[in-house]
């Protein structure tokens, strides 16, 4: 057993309480949280961790979305049009893909860890994440992915993506976590998206997908026009569309799932609150979706909102704090309240939206969670808006009870 003793926890609870002079007794969970005397007193072996005086202790983020394979993009993308981003997405992808090499990758994930994320959720299009993903540190949510939008290929994609699942099915543990993912409704044929599913279902798996991202995947899904018609004709000779928005989120019902963007959502009363949550990615919208998510209506609608940083294709970063930084500055929220949101959605939404026993300093959750510098803050109240504007790196992370860094 180990003990820690900060000078401040941001439990992340659902209250948001603010501990002070109080330390943590853990193992690969957290066992009590009390006075550092008390818990020496009746835990004497436990072995008391060496912290700088002035820290802040807060639970590990969680950034459910990201994009390794994406690693090697450097201004490859165009950004500005989701269409023209796709285009280059398939102009450079072989390019880009050649280049995310293991190491590159791993780098990566270090990066993450290193500014305080435990748990990352991959969506893994061509397996080249897997190994990678497997050897790291951090608790990584493998989010297989299906794909595919010319009926003419449906059993070689089936038979693609068994031979990804399986494979990572191989290194199941309790810190790599094998999952599904369905790209999208324009581009996941229908025969494709209830195979994923089903195999879901019948193993339990998270399901993940991108969702109404952009204005062009909205008028193709709402209206059967815009720029999708001319876009998809590279794979078949008469698109129309797989799906209305009702009729792709009927295929998830009753079933775990994270709907990434949603930037053009608004069929709230169709989401089911105990297992639908979104993943909000504030920056790459920024860069691709020509409009905002909204956020103020999703939280109305008692929505479980967390954040994910998307890949490097559509973001310059893969830390949440720089996530939060830039939804800051996107959103119209009071500042100091925004900022306990956006920390709760990095850690305690985003724990419930994977159904993870994680997220919250709390007695009973695993021990996970993040040692950084106290920032110079004038009081408790601005405390968890400066943590998110001053801080970047941690001084110490733990994953299960593990320091890592």
């Known amino acids: 057993m180990f003990i820690i003793a900060p000078k401040i926890i941001l439990t992340c609870d659902d209250k948001f309480s603010i501990l002070e002079k109080k330390a943590i007794l853990f193992d690969d969970n957290i066992l009590e949280i009390d006075t550092l005397e008390n818990l020496q007193k009746s835990y004497p072996k436990a072995k008391l961790i060496p912290t700088p005086k002035n820290t802040l202790l807060l639970p590990a983020f969680i950034n459910p979305h990201t994009h390794l394979e994406f690693s090697a993009n450097n201004g490859n993308l165009v950004f500005g049009d989701f269409l023209k981003w796709l285009d280059s997405v398939f102009n450079n992808r072989e390019q880009l893909n050649e280049k995310a090499k293991e190491k590159l990758i791993s780098q990566n994930i270090h990066k993450m860890l290193k500014s305080g994320t435990a748990t990352i959720g991959e969506i893994s299009s061509f397996g080249g994440d897997l190994i990678p993903c497997v050897n790291s540190q951090a608790r990584v949510i493998f989010f297989n992915e299906i794909l595919g939008s010319n009926e003419n290929f449906i059993q070689a994609k089936k038979e693609e993506f068994l031979t990804r699942y399986k494979k990572s099915m191989s290194f199941k543990t309790s810190k790599f976590i094998p999952a599904i993912s369905v790209h999208a409704p324009y581009s996941t044929h229908t025969e494709l998206a209830k195979f994923a599913i089903k195999l879901a279902r019948e193993n339990d798996h998270l399901l993940s997908t991108h969702f109404l991202e952009s204005n062009h995947e909205n008028n193709w899904l709402r209206f059967k026009k815009g720029g999708f018609k001319k876009s998809l004709t590279k794979f078949s000779k008469n698109p129309m569309p797989f799906y209305t928005p009702q009729s792709f989120l009927e295929l998830f019902k009753d079933q775990r799932t994270l709907f990434t963007h949603c930037v053009y ?24 979706s020509k409009n905002t998510f909204k956020l103020k209506s999703a939280l109305k609608n008692g929505i479980n909102i967390h954040l994910g940083t998307d890949g490097l294709s559509s973001n310059t970063s893969l830390s949440i704090l720089d996530e939060m930084r830039a939804n800051l500055l996107i959103h ?74």
Do not use: Y
């Open 265 to 288: 959502f608004k069929e709230w009363n169709l989401l089911d609150k105990n297992l639908h949550s979104i993943t909000h990615c504030a920056f790459s919208n920024r860069l691709l």
């Open 332 to 405: 119209d929220f009071e500042l100091e309240n925004f900022a306990k949101m956006l920390l709760l959605m990095a850690t305690n939404k985003a724990a419930k939206a994977l159904n993870l026993n994680l997220g919250q300093i709390q007695k009973g959750k695993i021990a996970d969670f993040s040692l950084f510098a106290l920032p110079n803050s004038a009081n408790l109240k601005q405390l968890p808006l400066q943590f998110i504007l001053q801080s970047k790196e941690v001084l110490k992370l733990f994953i299960e009870g593990k320091e890592i860094i």
